[in-house]
């Protein structure tokens, strides 16, 4: 069973600080993976993908990947309370066909 | 911009009804997929599809169907609702990619929350 594994939270930190979303997966063959912000009662919104060792930034945003320790993150500089969300992790599985996710972290960004 | 559409938003429907939730998108993207989300169990694929009349199960199929007969339509058909299909349903398609490409990236629906009595 492939699985992608995350920190159920809440994480709580104050506005102006970094946030640090952590995610580990199972399938060592994984290719290509991605965070997800869902805002309660709202579908999942892509905020961006990564498919290479090192750091992607996007804005505040950055995705950091490992995969010889099979671990992905994300980090949230100038974190606003308008972060406060459902961040999700999922983990596109080797052959490509089936993508998984994390039952993701909740974030609360204090005003 | 990516459109998934999913027709019905909110549904009541009664134990043993035969429900459809309808999911078109305008990408012309090859993959598509159901999932359901459950809270503390996040979201779970019920079926997905890589091509017209094709399909795979996912991680929990049971007492769901589903229909693709079109590129741009992928269906999930529950053949006689329970109360333990109460959830929030999510449609969602994507294209191949490999390597450095964005394919494989999945983009959502807004969700059909279904609510079974």
């Known amino acids: 069973q492939k699985e992608v594994e995350q920190n159920s939270g809440p994480l709580s930190v104050p506005e102006g600080a970094i946030a640090s979303l952590n995610c580990t997966y199972s399938?060592?063959?994984?290719?290509?993976f991605f965070w997800y912000r869902q805002y309660s009662g709202k579908s999942p919104e892509l905020i961006m993908f990564i498919y290479s060792n090192g750091d992607k930034e996007d804005g505040r945003f950055t995705a950091q990947l490992n995969k010889a320790s099979q671990y992905v993150s994300l980090l949230i500089r100038d974190s606003q309370p308008s972060d406060s969300a459902t961040y999700l992790c999922?983990?596109?599985?080797?052959?490509?066909?089936?993508?998984?996710f994390g039952a993701g972290t909740r974030l609360f960004v204090k005003a | 911009d990516v459109k998934v559409t999913q027709s019905s938003r909110y549904l009541v429907k009664r134990t043993g009804e035969k429900v459809f939730l309808e999911c078109v998108q305008d990408?012309?993207?090859?993959?598509m997929f159901w999932y359901r989300q459950d809270p503390g169990l996040g979201l779970r694929l019920i079926y997905f599809s890589y091509d017209v009349k094709m399909k795979e199960k996912g991680d929990i199929p049971e007492g769901y169907s589903v229909s693709r007969e079109k590129k741009e339509r992928f269906s999930l058909i529950l053949e006689s609702a329970s109360t333990n299909q109460t959830s929030m349903y999510l449609c969602?398609?994507?294209?191949w990619g490999q390597g450095s490409s964005s394919g494989n990236t999945i983009y959502f629906g807004e969700g059909s929350w279904l609510t079974v009595v």
């Open positions: 999922a983990v596109n599985l080797s052959g490509g066909f089936k993508t998984i």
């Open positions: 990408m012309d993207h090859e993959n």
């Open positions: 399938d060592r063959g994984s290719q290509s």
């Open positions: 969602a398609s994507s294209f």
